[in-house]
């Protein structure tokens, strides 16, 4: 019998509809992971953030609900946090996944747009990768986004949170760099999905004019960005978790 770790951080395990991004709408289990240390300005998980915080649990005990949230009638997981991919979490990701997987499950991480992590990304199924715009006051280097264009393609999106025009227009900016050195390097790789998530901060009703905003500046440049909402808060506010 292999080694395996003794106890798992974790924020909260529970089954909800994708909100955001392009499998919006498709029921799975979440798995949310304790520990970030990346310190966006506009998070809505600070809950998340303390590595000394929430649930220590066996592997034993992450299946188990795993299995109970999903039961017969999807296999289906999406790994977020927190932030998954910390060097503290990331041996705990990994072994769930290669658990996950051998037991059938479809697997999504959620990436913070800081790292990108070989052996992890080879592991899952699909990869949700953040460009960090300048309203989270975080930075993300477009050359990793690149780099996932020429290493797994056909298994990844890229989301910016918009906030604001500066927003859109670094994320215009980030799209160019990245176009054009793929251009350069590998001018046969696939395009690949970039969402523009319009912000919905704590404590805001439904930002209808930013959302209206930035569809207007999507249409009127054209450049494939494709807009979605977080739909989760839509249907149950900004303050609500596990939905």
């Not at 997987?101 to 747009?113: D, L, Q, T």
């Not at 699909?126 to 993300?140: A, G, H, L, N, W």
């Not at 020429?150 to 990245?178: C, H, M, P, W």
Request: aromatic share 12%; proline share 4%; glycine share 6%.
């Amino acid at each position: 019998m292999g080694f395996f770790l003794s106890f798992f951080a974790i924020n909260a395990i529970y089954q909800a509809s994708e909100g955001e991004g392009v499998h919006i709408g498709t029921p799975q289990v979440f798995v949310r992971f304790q520990g970030c240390a990346i310190g966006c300005f506009n998070c809505d998980s600070i809950d998340t953030w303390d590595f000394n915080t929430g649930e220590r649990l066996s592997l034993e005990q992450v299946l188990t609900q795993v299995i109970q949230q999903g039961g017969d009638r999807f296999k289906r997981v999406s790994i977020t946090g927190g932030d998954p991919l910390h060097p503290k979490l990331l041996p705990q990701v990994l072994e769930l996944t290669k658990v996950l997987k051998r037991k059938g499950y479809w697997i999504n991480i959620e990436a913070a747009g800081t790292r990108v992590v070989d052996e992890l990304f080879d592991a899952v199924d699909y990869i949700s990768f953040d460009y960090k715009t300048p309203s989270t006051k975080v930075r993300t280097n477009p050359a990793l986004i690149a780099k996932l264009a020429v290493q797994f393609a056909d298994k990844f999106q890229v989301k910016s949170v918009i906030e604001n025009r500066l927003d859109y227009d670094d994320t215009v900016k980030a799209f160019g760099f990245v176009e054009e050195m793929l251009s350069k390097d590998a001018p046969s790789t696939k395009k690949f999905p970039w969402v523009l998530t319009p912000a919905f901060n704590l404590g805001e009703s439904m930002p209808l004019n930013r959302v209206l905003d930035v569809i207007s500046w999507n249409e009127n440049d054209a450049l494939g960005f494709r807009v979605i909402t977080q739909q989760h808060k839509i249907l149950h506010g900004s303050e609500k978790k596990k939905v």
